[in-house]
């Protein structure tokens, strides 16, 4: 298994401009999420989905839109890049259900000019 | 929302030192998470907890439900332990989002 694959690993955009983040997994795991990770702070959550056709916003949304055409692949879009969508951004899945193990991806190291 | 404190920030040890890194929480949960980040980025779950103890080599997790507290332990460190350590909790159902510390840097030196 592959786990939890993220691209691009590095990207720098300007101001405007638009982009996905890849993710996808091959553990056929219901539940996928969006994390940012900031200096200083705790990864918070910007998306979630619980299985195919299902999402929800987490802490942090705005900026942000997912989709979950499949259960393998949860990709997040930036609409208009800002420089405070600068961060680093991991997708992680997991078993659907309370106390199971996350598996994170390798992280998508954004920079936003 | 639960806030989840870790405790120390940064820690600075000789390789052989027995460690401890420490995490508060404020609310109830269904699971605590102890993550370790190595320099390179990418996140490695190591335990999972919702009571009791959990031991995986050198490292040992323990949970006290009541106190609302969860440690982590690391015996013998080596400077391979060198990471920062990132304590999660989740409040609810599994379809709730992880709030995370803002991790442990840890040092380990030879």
């Known amino acids: 298994n592959a786990g939890v694959t993220q691209t691009p690993k590095f990207q720098v955009l300007k101001t405007g401009q638009s982009m996905t983040l890849q993710c996808a997994q091959d553990m056929n795991h219901e539940y996928m999420s969006w994390y940012r990770q900031d200096p200083g702070m705790g990864l918070r959550l910007i998306h979630y989905?619980?299985?195919?056709?299902?999402?929800d916003q987490g802490e942090v949304p705005n900026g942000y839109n997912v989709s979950r055409s499949t259960t393998e692949d949860f990709p997040l879009r930036l609409l208009s890049a800002a420089p405070s969508q600068t961060s680093v951004y991991f997708c992680?899945?997991?078993?659907?259900?309370?106390?199971?193990?996350?598996?994170f991806g390798p992280g998508t190291r954004l920079t936003v000019l | 929302k639960n806030e989840v404190e870790q405790s120390p920030q940064n820690l600075t040890a000789q390789e052989g030192e027995f460690i401890t890194i420490n995490c508060s929480y404020s609310?109830?949960?269904?699971?605590l998470h102890w993550l370790q980040q190595h320099p390179g980025g990418g996140i490695v779950s190591l335990f999972m907890?919702?009571?009791g103890k959990k031991k995986h080599g050198r490292l040992i997790a323990t949970i006290n439900i009541q106190e609302k507290h969860s440690s982590l332990h690391i015996t013998a460190s080596h400077p391979r332990d060198s990471a920062v350590y990132i304590c999660?909790?989740?409040?609810?159902?599994?379809?709730?989002?992880?709030?995370f510390g803002k991790g442990t840097h840890l040092i380990i030196q030879p």
């Open positions: 999660a909790v989740r409040t609810g159902g599994g379809a709730d989002g992880l709030t």
């Open positions: 609310v109830g949960i269904s699971a």
């Open positions: 907890l919702s009571s």
């Open positions: 992680a899945s997991s078993v659907l259900s309370t106390g199971t193990e996350q598996f």
């Open positions: 989905s619980v299985g195919a056709g299902i999402t």
